[in-house]
């Protein structure tokens, strides 16, 4: 794949985290309210998760940094699982609309297609498909 599309699709993956990530800082009341009430400090998780959205983001558009994001987003993605699937098994709704059944699998499927990008973004697949051959 050409370095162009490489850097579009990376700029494509990081901007929407970005986005996300200023939002935790703009109204993080709404992203509160999907912290499971198991973990403590949920508006610092919120803060926290916001700060590394934005870092993962920017950090993937830059090809200095790609890798090392790259790999940072797909183990950042597995570890927020947690305030989705709080919010699938016990109906909560964010920002006020609660997902069905198939919302939640299709928001499963994302997620799972976001940390994929991730590593193919960092190189990493590239490199266990070269390692199978």
Same mark, same amino acid.
């Given at each position: 794949?050409?370095?162009?599309?490489?850097?579009?699709?990376?700029?494509?993956?990081?901007? /929407?985290?970005?986005?996300?990530?200023?939002?935790?800082?703009?109204? /993080?009341?709404?992203?509160?309210?999907?912290?499971?009430?198991?973990?403590?400090? /949920?508006?610092?998780?919120?803060?926290?998760?916001?700060?590394?959205?934005?870092?993962?983001?920017?950090?993937?558009?830059?090809?200095?940094?790609?890798?090392?994001?790259?790999?940072?987003?797909?183990?950042?993605?597995?570890?927020?699982?947690?305030?989705?699937?709080?919010?699938?098994?016990?109906?909560?709704?964010?920002?006020?609309?609660?997902?069905?059944?198939?919302?939640?699998?299709?928001?499963?499927?994302?997620?799972?297609?976001?940390?994929?990008?991730?590593?193919?973004?960092?190189?990493?697949?590239?490199?266990?498909?070269?390692?199978?051959?």
């Amino acid at each position: 794949m050409s370095t162009t599309i490489v850097h579009l699709l990376a700029l494509a993956y990081g901007i /929407p985290f970005i986005i996300i990530g200023i939002e935790h800082f703009r109204e /993080p009341q709404k992203f509160v309210d999907i912290v499971p009430p198991y973990l403590p400090f /949920p508006l610092f998780l919120v803060y926290l998760t916001g700060l590394m959205e934005i870092t993962g983001g920017l950090g993937i558009i830059y090809p200095e940094t790609r890798i090392i994001a790259g790999r940072f987003m797909a183990l950042f993605l597995l570890a927020v699982y947690p305030a989705n699937f709080y919010m699938w098994a016990n109906d909560v709704p964010f920002n006020g609309t609660k997902l069905t059944m198939n919302g939640h699998l299709v928001r499963l499927f994302v997620q799972f297609l976001l940390i994929v990008a991730a590593l193919c973004l960092s190189g990493d697949f590239q490199k266990l498909r070269n390692f199978k051959s």
